[in-house]
């Protein structure tokens, strides 16, 4: 059984650092990776998602990096800002179409 | 806004009533997901359509748990009989190929 653990489960940090995310997953045969924001009582935004062959993916300030065989990604985030501040979900999918499975997330909060 | 949407936001009721919640996909997105979310949680799968069919089931959805998607478009998540363990935020998601498209969720809270 496939499952997904996020580490740290909080994180706190000041305006313009540099941080990473990490999840992990017990299953190394994945089909793709897909990195989340969620506010506060909203719904999920994807931000990066990673096919199972590639070894990364950049959006802006966000880079997502795979590595499938120890069952690992980071999500790492430059020059931090107060926006930045939700929480982060981490999903995989095993075959192509099927349901996502969720770590519980990291919950990043920058300070100003 | 083309969006998936989710009716209602919020819903509030009494244990033992039955509640039901509309999902209105990305059109053209033929993939449904239903999750469930509680608080510190990732969300947790439900249910998934390939169009009108329900294709698998989480054991999750206990009999008192229905989904639809009767033309292959909007999808309906109807529970029985509320108890309080089923408050939590519920979520519609659709899909072209691999990324999925969340919508904002409907909260519900058994009283």
């Known amino acids: 059984k496939q499952e997904v653990t996020q580490i740290p489960a909080a994180l706190s940090v000041p305006e313009g650092e540099n941080l990473v995310l990490n999840c992990s997953f017990t299953?190394?045969?994945?089909?793709?990776l897909q990195w989340f924001r969620q506010d506060p009582g909203k719904g999920l935004t994807s931000l990066l998602l990673i096919q199972s062959s590639q070894r990364e993916q950049t959006s802006g300030r966000l880079n997502a990096s795979l590595d499938k065989s120890s069952g690992r990604s980071t999500l790492y985030i430059a020059a931090s800002q107060p926006g930045d501040s939700a929480t982060y979900l981490c999903?995989?999918?095993?075959?192509?179409?099927?349901?996502?499975?969720f770590g519980k997330g990291t919950t990043l909060s920058v300070s100003s | 806004d083309t969006g998936v949407s989710q009716d209602p936001r919020h819903k509030i009721t009494k244990r033992g009533q039955n509640v039901t919640f509309r999902c209105d996909p990305i059109?053209?997105?033929?993939?449904l997901y239903w999750y469930r979310q509680t608080l510190g949680q990732g969300p947790e799968f439900l249910t998934y359509?390939?169009?009108?069919?329900?294709?698998?089931k989480s054991r999750l959805l206990s009999d008192r748990f229905s989904a639809e998607r009767p033309k292959g478009s909007f999808s309906t998540l109807e529970i029985q009989r509320t108890e309080q363990g089923d408050s939590a935020m519920y979520l519609c998601?659709?899909?072209?190929?691999?990324?999925?498209?969340f919508g904002p969720g409907t909260r519900l809270t058994v009283l």
């Open positions: 998601a659709s899909r072209p190929l691999d990324t999925q498209y």
């Open positions: 359509f390939q169009n009108e069919a329900q294709l698998e």
């Open positions: 299953d190394s045969a994945i089909y793709n």
């Open positions: 999903a995989v999918t095993n075959q192509a179409g099927t349901a996502l499975i």
């Open positions: 059109s053209e997105h033929n993939r």
